[in-house]
């Protein structure tokens, strides 16, 4: 009998014990399931990657009016590859940078990190996409160039990191560098001067380059760019062993880094990303360095930048905005003319000219006055349909790009079909884009019939795409 209660009590045992693990299963794949990663999804229903990136001459800035840089480049390429937009957010704070990817700010930091066990903790990497050593920086002798050996110039330089010991070396605050710095100390035994600055790697090595400071750290591949435009700097003395480069993306974001991963496996190899790399850290960038429109140096966009401050103000337009519009017009060459007979810096027709008194040989001041009128005047015949002025601006530049007239059978296409004929975007923008489709432009509300109008959206998009990259950079 007692043989028979053990028994028993056994069996019931094992079957709660089974059906709590059996429970518990249930719970946990309930758990996964609500903790599925959408990080891809969100940005493929959002259309737009906003990734941040640091303002500097490999990274990100303007060059003769237009974006560049090769983490630009590659967020270009990535977000092409997702069929999506992409939006920069300017960050040369890195704690700033790390804040908005935890906060979900943005996607993605493209800053060209390093790899470090520190930063693993916080966020996710990607698989590396370069790989660069940690350099020196530091003046060579005054007279270097009068030097008659190699030798000579080299008993001058640092190159041994043991006679770091003692010296006071410039870093920025809170990068990878301290670190490298703390360890190189316990490695030589010896002190190290560390000082943590609230500046980026390429204002410090311009910084050494003046004299200001003697020393400090940098990622070997933006030091050796720095050196094409500070001749008299030395770069050449490693003080880590190569450390992998890599995007950043916020802990569990697994399918947006796994498509990066897959994206940049097949794009690493390919034609044009090597060309990208070469055209920013192999290839001679001095002339670029010496441009006058080279953003990072000169704070300017073009030789016009004054002309349109001044000028914008009659507009009450951003002069960054009307700036984008004329490099979309003439890339800023005053001489321009199109195959149809349009002039100058605003490409006016010669009859639009003539409206407002002015010719096909008018000063490019002239013909900058002259666009600036026609574009008060379209201002003037949306200003009581449309009231918010940031949308009136989109079919402004749309009229001053096709004609009013297509604009405005946009306008009846868009409140036929049910859509806001005073707003541009995925309403009034759909039906100027269409209307090279009989099904539209033979519409019995159309007026003015056939329209390429592909041209006219893209002019808008891409007139305000540059302008967010001008404000980016430009103040």
Known sequence: MKNNLVFVFAVLFLFLLFSCSRQNDKIAKKKKVQTVDNSLKTILERGTLIATTDYNSTNYFIYRGEPAGYQYELLKAYAKYLGVELEIVVNNDLDKAFDDLLNGEVDLIA?????????????????????????????????????????????????????????????????????????????IGDTILIVEFPRDSEKLIEMVANGDIDYTIADEHIAKVNQKYYPDIDVSTAVSFPQNIAWAVKKGADSLRISINNWFSEFKNSRI????????????????????????????????????????????????????????????????????????????????????????????????????????????????????????????????????????????????????????????DYFLRNKSDPKYYKDSVVYYGYCRGEEPYKYVHDILERYEHYKNMIN
Do not use: C
């Open 111 to 187: 800053i060209g990190l390093t790899i470090t066990g520190k930063r693993n903790k916080m966020v996710d990497f990607t698989i590396p996409m370069t790989q660069t050593r940690q350099v020196l920086v530091q003046r060579k002798p005054k007279n270097w160039r009068k030097m008659k050996t190699y030798d000579e110039v080299e008993s001058h330089l640092i190159r041994n990191p043991l006679e770091l010991a003692g010296k006071m070396i410039y870093v920025p605050f809170n990068s990878s560098f301290v670190a490298r710095l703390k360890n190189l100390q316990e490695e």
């Open 273 to 428: 990303a090597r060309f990208t790399y070469d055209k920013y850290f192999v290839n001679p960038r001095s002339i670029q360095y010496a441009h006058k429109y080279y953003s990072i140096r000169s704070g300017n966009i073009s030789a016009w930048d004054e002309l349109l401050k001044k000028k914008s103000k009659e507009l009450d337009w951003d002069w960054r905005l009307l700036a984008s519009m004329i490099y979309q017009e003439s890339r800023f060459q005053p001489d321009a003319m199109s195959w149809m007979g349009a002039t100058g810096l605003m490409q006016l027709m010669p009859g639009t000219a003539e409206t407002y008194g002015f010719d096909d040989i008018s000063s490019p001041e002239e013909n900058i006055e002259a666009g600036i009128r026609h574009l008060k005047a379209l201002d003037e015949r949306f200003k009581d349909l449309i009231k918010d002025p940031n949308e009136r601006i989109k079919f402004v530049l749309a009229a001053y790009n096709v004609g009013i007239a297509h604009v405005f059978d946009a306008r009846r296409l868009a409140e036929k079909y049910g859509k806001d004929p005073n707003v541009w975007d995925n309403n009034v």
